[in-house]
């Protein structure tokens, strides 16, 4: 185990019978970049059960922050959701990820597309100063099925705006888009739906997707992925990743990890080959 590093949970918080977000310590030495994940896990039977997790915390904070799905049965998070403050965690040394601003042409828009936690990436992005400095306005759109999976809007609406250090940043750039599809809500309908129709656009008083001008960010379930990547090349937009910068990005790795068995629950690793797949990004 001497790629992670042992952290105690600070706090736990519990939004829904599905969702819980969770905060731990974190290790002076490690580092990362707004967007990225790294491998957690716990210690079961001597052996680690490990899964990918995106970094919801700013990388100046001093804690780390998880948002995730209770899966039951899962061997990973059916034990993450009974986490109570002083718990320990492994945590990997390292982070990475496609979803960093690096990877991103110049624009003048950011769009942040991301469905149920596939939010968490977003969240570390758009605490982040640098985020605001490269681009005029971050629109942040957030889709799930039910109004009260809409996680963190309290944060986003209330607290960052008064944020010392992206609070002017939050008020003036970040525009915050949540939309749900099997509730009556001020937002309904699929995040692409409302793009290919030209709706999400009139409510948030933007032009059109243009790759001249916008820049796009993705993460979340494979349909959302698979949907949202369609239209942007339809679109003309291109892909970029590390070391060739473009007009949209994607967590390409959780969508390859997904696709690994159908059966298994997004993105655990349950055997020594899909822990191996994922480890190998994080070298």
């Given at each position: ?24 310590t ?19 039977d001597?052996r ?9 915390s ?6 780390l922050?998880?948002f ?9 998070t ?53 985020t ?29 705006p ?122």
């Amino acid at each position: 185990m001497s790629n992670f590093n042992q952290e105690r949970v600070l706090s736990v918080h519990h939004w829904t019978d599905n969702l819980v977000s969770f905060t731990t310590t974190r290790d002076p030495s490690f580092r990362f970049r707004s967007g990225e994940f790294t491998m957690i896990g716990l210690t079961f039977d001597e052996r680690p059960l490990l899964r990918a997790y995106s970094l919801a915390s700013a990388h100046y904070e001093d804690r780390l922050e998880f948002f995730a799905i209770k899966v039951p049965d899962g061997p990973l998070t059916s034990r993450l959701q009974q986490l109570k403050e002083g718990d320990e965690i492994i945590v990997s040394r390292k982070a990475t990820g496609t979803l960093v601003i690096d990877n991103l042409e110049y624009g003048r828009n950011l769009y942040l597309i991301g469905t149920g936690t596939g939010l968490a990436p977003f969240l570390s992005v758009i605490k982040d100063p640098a985020t605001y400095l490269r681009f005029k306005n971050v629109a942040l759109l957030h889709g799930c099925r039910r109004i009260e999976d809409l996680a963190y809007g309290e944060m986003i609406t209330g607290k960052l705006p008064s944020d010392e250090l992206v609070g002017d940043f939050a008020r003036y750039q970040l525009i915050y888009h949540p939309t749900v599809t099997r509730d009556r809500f001020c937002n309904c309908g699929r995040i692409t739906d409302l793009i290919a129709s030209g709706k999400l656009f009139s409510d948030i008083e933007l032009p059109e997707l243009d790759p001249q001008h916008d820049r796009v960010m993705i993460c979340g379930s494979p349909a959302l992925v698979r949907d949202a990547r369609e239209l942007l090349v339809a679109k003309g937009f291109i892909e970029g990743n590390h070391g060739q910068p473009a007009q949209f990005v994607l967590e390409k790795e959780f969508a390859e990890r997904n696709n690994l068995s159908s059966a298994r629950p997004r993105g655990l690793y349950e055997s020594r080959r899909q822990v191996g797949i994922a480890m190998k990004h994080l070298k």
